[in-house]
T-cell receptor, first 114, second 113 residues
């Protein structure tokens, strides 16, 4: 079945430093989503990428979808303590028949040191 | 707009006991999902409903898990009997049919002793 892998598993950064998490799928994706889960909270939808090579920005967050639609990245510029949490990517397979099932990666837990 | 409501928030049971979780999705959302999230992992889909129809239950361990969404609104997920490995957070999410956004509830943290 489809597998979605994320690295790194953990990342500690000093406030103001940049942060990047990477997501790789074993199969080609029709789209990929990113979620943020604060400690003790639930996943909150951030964004969806659909097109090959797509880049989207939300303030200090930059999301990228690979040309082959098998990988993605999330980059945070100048981290703040409010960025603390676990960031998950979730890929939707391009194979027909499983069109709506999202497969989540295992997440990258970000700690921001003040 | 009220969010997805789940209850209970926490549940501790002994193994072999039954347990049930309840979810009330956001009003108007046709699609409802149940996920299981183990510690340090991403959510794993258990079942997806479109209105009252279970359209994807391929990941649901049907020997002990069951779910229902009788009137296409609220949903219940049941485990009977629970095993130690069922300890996890059970998340409910909802969305509009055809929309890619999923809105998650706060989850039920289950501990099986």
């Amino acid at each position: 079945g489809q597998q979605v892998m994320q690295i790194p598993q953990y990342q500690h950064v000093q406030e103001g430093e940049d942060f990047t998490t990477y997501c790789n799928s074993s199969t080609t994706l029709s789209n990929i989503q990113w979620y943020k889960q604060r400690p003790g909270g639930h996943p909150v939808f951030l964004i969806q990428l659909v097109k090959s090579g797509e880049v989207k920005k939300q303030k200090r967050l930059t999301f990228q979808f690979g040309e082959a639609k098998k990988n993605s990245s999330l980059h945070i510029t100048a981290t703040q303590t409010t960025d603390v949490g676990t960031y998950f990517c979730a890929g939707r397979s391009s194979v027909s028949g499983s069109a709506r099932q999202l497969t989540f990666g295992s997440g990258t837990q970000l700690t921001v040191l003040p | 707009e009220a969010g997805v409501v789940q209850s209970p928030r926490y549940k501790i049971i002994e193994k072999k006991q039954p347990v049930a979780f309840w979810c009330n999705p956001i009003s108007g959302h046709n699609t409802l999902y149940w996920y299981r999230q183990n510690l340090g992992q991403g959510p794993e889909l258990l079942i997806r409903y479109e209105n009252e129809e279970a359209v994807d239950d391929s990941q649901l361990p049907k020997d002990r898990f069951s779910a229902e969404r009788l009137k296409g609104v609220d949903s219940t997920l049941k485990i009977q009997p629970a095993e130690l490995g069922d300890s996890a957070v059970y998340l409910c999410a909802s969305g509009h049919r055809g929309s890619y956004e999923q809105y998650f509830g706060p989850g039920t943290r289950l501990t099986v002793t």
